[in-house]
Structure formats: structure tokens, C-alpha cells
């Protein structure tokens, strides 16, 4: 026991030693940070400023295109050869040109622009037109204006959930989503990148020749769980370190930034903290418009969410990094680990893949064997979670999840010690399957 | 007293017989010359002796004691295949190695220190092992075999990689633990240290023990009165009983290899000489474990 110590001393303290250590833990909050300052800055920027040219040869749309935020219309009465030759002179972002023509046959519109003009504002622009097509057909038809205005409805459904004890609250999809997705990220992430170092470290004991030293005094088993833990331990830490500098660069920024901010601003800033299901800290009006984003928040059952992600991340990486282990122990080189990391891999991008499906079906059959699954219920169980698991079914997946790495574990343990032994071997599965036979 | 008693060891790997019924005990506080050619087992038969793998059949005794995990603080372990953590400093290495083996940090930081002192490197207890030269590293991977001062060394192949001088230098600290009580099984192709160094020695072949025994006992065993004479005169005339295995001529002197037979004494042939020439010296010619292992390894000359 206290050779494994030793051993997770070792592997952790050599690692977060490392000067790469200390430029990820540096570089990823501002990595991190970014991923939530850009686009609440996008949307306090407003987007640049354009003009665009309209020529209404057909008069029925003379009080149609109004200037507005960063689109400015302006009405101009050359014709269409001059206006196109002074696009590009006039600093004029596009020109749109409307034809004689009747609302039966509303053709020929064209918009002429240098650059692309792009999905939005082309959509923009064919429901401003259809719009007022449709408008001028129904005065034709007979109804008013008044009548008209009143035809324009708004609709929002509040989503609510029932619990067992009859109770209700009001369910954030949107938040949910934002928070299952962020937790099944991290765990993505985490696994993949601390997996590829255990592989990494087991392949440099191989290499360097030090292993039958340290065999010689340990068992492979306790060298192999000790890399596996001290390794886990460095992600740990970084990504500790990764959330406190992190959330101190994003506290620090917005406030800085709330404090010159209009309201419509600090909306759009709502909106975008709602999506990323990180509220920030606000002073002044800011603060009212937070406390919305955090009541949608407060649905999700918070410590619920971070213990599974805890157990998650940590059942995740011992699952799947017991397999990189064994990987590691069977090869000579990095080259050489492609055509077993494959299938390794393969259920953790599958599990990435499927989770815009678990979002639309959070507790369809798919999400609910997926997240049974222990090569794909870190991924998947995370993103679940915000939306009200029932406890039978968490219990369940972590129970698999536990049985998944005791297996993983036991697998890799015997093919790791017949592997770290042989070089210069060709490896495939069927040699895989005779070490895990052999007997010790 | 014997350190080691292996009785009946069999290792098989898949269709491999890697070791097959080996038993030879190895003798309390000497060198023990462990040889064979490659392949032969000597290194499966070490990783069961330093508890890295199992056998299949047999055990190991140490000290008497059925070898268990308590055993693997008294044994020091230099492989074959050897290396360090590159990126370790040569300190913080030694340190790590030795606690793994069950030493006590302030003891283990105090034994280093001596060993650094005593290979004349404590300047480089601050240097990554990537920074040393060969010969250096394998300086460190000796004080690491040896550090947690272990009744049992086991060098493979130590020499390997070293130059004259650092071998000797630690060929000297090899009979200097010896000295201070420890055994030292010494694997290696190099016959000629094994004549130098080694008490007793074991000679596996194709998994088989082929000898073992006292160095002395060995080579009397493989004598096979054989001598080699030199004379001044002519080539000696034929005599019953003796074979003449080879005549070489320089000037007046006559050097001949013969063999005896049972019956004959070797002051039979003192008589035939002398009494027709001149007998210039006559030896027994003792067999080198060069020449026993060739003989032993490669009866028929090819293979």
C-alpha cells in the first residue's frame, strides 16, 4: 500500500512539475474563458454597421425596409446601373433592388452585394417582402389594418415539472441542456487527454527499460493503478486550477463590462449566460437581470448534478484509462497504439455524437441504455442529468459503472503485466487474448 | 549454508519450454557465476528468483524461507535491459528506487549520498538522467541495484556498456560486498570475468541445467589428461597408452598435446621423454569455463 503512494507521488509530482503542466493550467482558463467572454462580447458589440440601398420601382414597398440597430436602409431614386457601379464607392454594403411588379407575381427582386450577403440577412429580407405581400392581399381582401395588427400572436410554452410529491417547478430546458452539455464535455475531454498520458507514461517505463527495476520491487498491478491514480490526480488538479482561474477571469471581465452597459445589453448578456449556465456575478441592474438566469438555474438540482459529475468523471477515467494502460503495456511506441486506440475511442466519440439525440429525447430508450453503458455513461449519464433522472436509473448506470472499471481494471491489470515485458513483438488481439490467458 | 535453493523449476510460456526441472543451490556469501547462451532461460530463471513471474513447478527457497514478497527488500537487481526515468533528477531517482524497495527516507538519503561519494559522482545528484552519458547512467542503475544493501545481488550482464575502467571499478565494489557478506549472482557471456570473479557457477542450456558446482570442482571434473610437454630433440616416439593430439616445432623445441589413458601415470611419461630428449616443462592442461561452456553448449560443433 504504501508502495502505490509512492508510486502516485511519483507520477504526480513529476507531471505537475513539467513546464507543460504550468502552460495548460495558464493557457486553459483563457482558452476556457474565451469559450464565455466572446460571445457575451458579440452580443454587447452588436455586429458592424450596414447600409444598404433599396430601389422600389414597384412603390409598394415605400415604407417597408425602416432603419434599425445596425441596418440602415436608405431609398435611393437612381436607377439600377448607376446604383450597382457605385456599390463599392459609396462604402454601401448591398443593393436592393425591387421591379415592377404586381403582388400576384412578386418576381425579379434582386440583391446585389461585394460580399456574400449571407442566410440571415437574405431571410430577412424575403420576410419583409412576403410580409407586406401578404399584408397588402389581406387589405385587398377586405380586413383592416387594426384587424390585422391583432392577428400577431406570441407564444411561449412554460415547461413544468411534476414530481412524485405532486409538487411543481419550472424546468429550464435551455439551461439543462447547457449544463449537460458543459459536464458531458468536460468528462469527453478529460478522459481522452489524461488517458493518452497514463498510455504515454506506461510506453516510457517500456522504452526507457526501468520497468523490470521497478517489478523487481512492486507489483505490476500497483504500477499500473498508481500511474492510473497519480495521473488522474494531475487532471484533477488542473482542472481544479481551470475552474478557479477561470471563473475569476470571467468574474472579473464582466464586471468590468456590466458596469457601462444598457439594458438591452445586459438582456442579450442574459441570454448568452443562460446558455452557458454560468451566471456571473452583477452589480446595479445587472444584478436583477442574473437573478432570472439563476432562477432557471435553480430548477437543476445543482449538488445533484456535481456529485454525478464528480463520480462520473472519476469512474469515466479509471474505466477508460485502465484500457490505455493495457494499450500501453502491449506496444513499443506511440506509432504502434493507433490500431488499438481505435476501438478504444470509437464508443467515446459515438457517445459525443449521440448526445444531440439524448437532448431531444432525454429519457427515450436510447439515452436510458446509453447511459446504462459503462463505455458510454460518463458521456451520456451527464448530459441526462439536469433533466430530472429518475434515482433508480442514476443508481443503476453508477453500479454498472463501478462493475465497468473493477472489469476494465482486471483486464487491462492482465494483459499489462505479460505486456510490459515484451518488445519488439508483434501485437494484435489474438496476442492480447493469449497474455490476458497466461497464467501469472 | 545456502542463500538459494531452487528445486525443481518449470516455466513454460504458451508451446515454450522455458525452463525445464532446473534445481542447483547457491552457496551463502559468493559469486555465483549463472551462465548459458542466450535463450537458454537465465533470465526467466532470475525474474522467478526476484519474484517477477511464477514458475510453474517448483520453488524457491531463500534462507531456508519459501521466497515471498518480504524477500524483495533483501534483493538488488541489476537487468539486462536497463534504464531510468530520463527526466528524473539522478538524486530524486535513487531516492524513489530505494524507498520502492522499502527503505526509510532519512536512511535511503544518507546511503546515496555514500554511494555518490564513493563512485567519486555526488556532483551529479542534481543532473536529469538525460544528461549523462551512458557509463554515468549505468554508474546510478548500480548504486540503485545496491543501495538498500540487499543479501542477494543479481547483475546481468553488469559489465556491458562500461569501459575498462569503470568495470574494474566496479568489479572491485563486487568483491567488496561480498566481503561485507552479500552474494552476488552474476549472469554473463563474458567467460572470462566468470573465471576471474566467480566461486560457483550453473550452466543452462535449452532450459536445462547442463552444470553446476563449485568453479574448482568443475574444471577438475572437465579434465581429461590432457598435457601439453615441450622437449628439445626429435618427436617423441609412439608409447602404449598415450595419444598425440597435436605436434608443433620451433627450431629444436617440440611442443605436444597428450592424452593419457587410465593406466598411464604422468611419470611414465616423464620416463619416455627423458629418456630420448630433454623435457623442457610439462603441464596438465585445465580446461577454461570457456572451453567447458563451448563444449557443454555446442557438443558437435554446429547447430
Not at chain 1, 31 to 44: D, E, K, R, Y
Not at chain 1, 121 to 128: I, T
Not at chain 1, 228 to 242: D, E, K
Not at chain 1, 364 to 376: E, I, M, N, Q
Request: charged share 20%; with cysteine.
Amino acid at each position: 500500500m504504501n508502495k502505490i503512494l509512492l508510486i502516485i507521488k511519483r507520477e504526480y509530482i513529476s507531471r505537475v512539475k513539467k513546464k507543460s503542466f504550468l502552460i495548460m493550467t495558464v493557457l486553459g482558463p483563457i482558452l476556457f474563458s474565451g469559450l464565455f467572454i466572446v460571445p457575451i462580447w458579440l452580443a454587447t458589440r452588436g455586429g458592424d454597421e450596414k447600409v444598404i440601398q433599396v430601389i422600389d420601382e414597384s412603390g409598394l414597398f415605400a415604407e417597408e425596409f425602416v432603419s434599425a440597430d445596425n441596418m440602415t436602409y436608405v431609398y435611393v431614386a437612381e436607377d439600377l446601373e448607376t446604383a450597382k457601379s457605385a456599390l463599392a464607392v459609396n462604402n454601401v454594403f448591398g443593393l436592393l433592388y425591387i421591379p415592377e411588379m404586381t403582388i400576384e407575381a412578386p418576381e425579379g427582386v434582386k440583391f446585389y452585394s461585394t460580399q456574400n450577403p449571407g442566410f440571415g440577412l437574405k431571410a430577412d429580407l424575403e420576410k419583409k417582402i412576403r410580409e407586406r405581400i401578404e399584408n397588402i392581399k389581406l387589405i385587398n381582401s377586405g380586413l383592416n389594418q387594426e384587424f390585422l395588427d391583432g392577428l400577431k400572436s406570441h407564444v411561449a410554452i412554460q415547461t413544468v415539472n411534476l414530481s412524485d410529491s405532486g409538487s411543481e417547478s419550472e424546468s429550464s430546458t435551455g439551461a439543462a441542456t447547457a449544463v449537460g452539455y458543459i459536464g458531458a464535455f468536460l468528462i469527453y475531454f478529460f478522459i481522452f487527454l489524461y488517458g493518452a498520458q497514463i498510455m504515454r507514461g506506461v510506453i516510457e517505463e517500456k522504452t526507457n527499460r526501468i520497468i523490470e527495476v521497478i517489478i523487481a520491487s512492486v507489483k505490476p498491478f500497483h504500477l499500473m493503478m498508481g500511474k492510473i491514480i497519480g495521473v488522474g490526480g494531475v487532471g484533477l488538479t488542473q482542472f481544479l486550477l481551470w475552474v478557479a482561474l477561470s471563473s475569476a477571469i470571467v468574474t472579473g471581465i464582466t464586471a468590468v463590462v456590466s458596469s457601462d452597459m444598457t439594458p438591452e445589453q445586459i438582456e442579450a448578456m442574459q441570454q448568452v449566460d443562460q446558455l452557458s449556465g454560468m451566471p456571473s456575478p452583477q452589480q446595479s441592474e445587472a444584478q436583477a437581470a442574473i437573478e432570472n438566469s439563476m432562477g432557471a438555474l435553480g430548477q437543476i438540482n445543482i449538488p445533484l448534478v456535481l456529485s454525478c459529475f464528480v463520480f462520473y468523471f472519476l469512474a469515466g477515467y479509471l474505466f477508460y484509462g485502465a484500457l490505455f494502460a493495457a494499450i500501453g503495456s502491449a506496444v513499443d511506441s506511440d506509432a504502434d497504439s493507433q490500431q488499438f486506440m481505435f476501438p478504444v475511442t470509437i464508443p467515446l466519440i459515438f457517445s459525443v455524437v449521440v448526445l444531440s439525440a439524448v437532448i431531444n429525447d432525454p429519457h427515450g430508450s436510447l439515452a436510458f441504455w446509453l447511459s446504462l453503458v459503462p463505455f458510454t455513461s460518463p458521456v451520456i449519464m451527464m448530459m441526462r442529468i439536469p433533466f430530472d433522472v429518475p434515482v433508480w436509473q442514476i443508481a443503476l448506470s453508477m453500479v454498472s459503472m463501478i462493475g465497468g472499471f473493477i472489469f476494465t481494471t482486471w483486464l487491462a491489470s492482465r494483459i499489462y503485466r505479460v505486456g510490459i515485458f515484451m518488445h519488439g513483438t508483434k501485437v494484435n488481439y489474438k496476442t492480447l487474448a493469449k497474455w490476458f490467458m497466461m497464467k501469472s | 549454508m545456502n542463500l538459494i535453493d531452487i528445486q525443481n523449476i518449470s516455466k513454460r510460456y504458451g508451446d515454450h519450454q522455458a525452463l525445464d526441472n532446473i534445481s542447483f543451490a547457491i552457496p551463502d556469501n559468493s559469486i555465483f557465476g549463472l551462465l548459458g547462451p542466450n535463450g537458454a532461460g537465465k533470465t526467466t530463471l532470475i525474474r522467478i528468483i526476484t519474484q517477477i513471474i511464477m514458475s510453474d513447478q517448483g520453488e524457491v527457497l531463500f534462507n531456508g524461507v519459501k521466497l515471498d514478497p518480504e524477500h524483495i527488500r533483501q534483493i538488488g537487481y541489476l537487468p539486462e535491459e536497463r534504464g531510468l526515468y530520463k527526466k528524473m533528477k539522478v538524486g530524486e531517482q535513487l531516492l524513489y528506487l530505494a524507498q520502492l524497495k522499502g527503505m526509510e527516507k532519512r536512511e535511503a538519503v544518507t546511503k546515496i549520498k555514500h554511494w555518490l561519494k564513493k563512485l567519486e559522482i555526488s556532483s551529479w545528484s542534481n543532473k536529469a538522467i538525460e544528461d549523462l552519458s551512458k557509463g554515468m547512467q549505468q554508474k546510478i542503475q548500480f548504486i540503485a541495484t545496491v543501495v538498500h544493501e540487499p543479501s542477494l545481488i543479481i547483475l546481468d550482464e553488469p559489465f556491458s556498456g562500461f569501459d575498462p575502467v569503470n568495470a574494474n571499478l566496479i568489479k572491485d565494489e563486487i568483491f567488496e560486498l561480498r566481503e561485507k557478506g552479500a552474494t552476488v549472482i552474476f549472469s554473463t557471456h563474458r567467460m572470462e570475468s566468470v573465471e576471474e570473479l566467480c566461486d560457483d557457477i550453473a550452466l543452462i542450456n535449452h532450459s536445462k541445467l547442463v552444470i553446476s558446482g563449485k568453479k574448482g570442482d568443475i574444471k577438475n571434473q572437465y579434465r581429461d589428461n590432457t598435457f601439453i610437454t615441450e622437449h628439445i630433440g626429435d618427436e617423441l616416439r609412439p608409447l602404449a597408452g598415450v595419444e598425440v593430439l597435436s605436434v608443433l616445432k620451433k627450431g629444436e623445441l617440440v611442443k605436444t598435446e597428450l592424452k593419457l589413458d587410465e593406466g598411464i601415470g604422468v611419470n611414465d611419461l616423464v620416463t619416455h621423454i627423458t629418456s630420448q630428449s630433454t623435457l623442457v616443462s610439462l603441464n596438465e592442461k585445465i580446461p577454461s569455463i570457456n572451453d567447458i561452456f563451448i563444449s557443454t553448449v555446442n557438443p558437435s560443433g554446429h547447430e
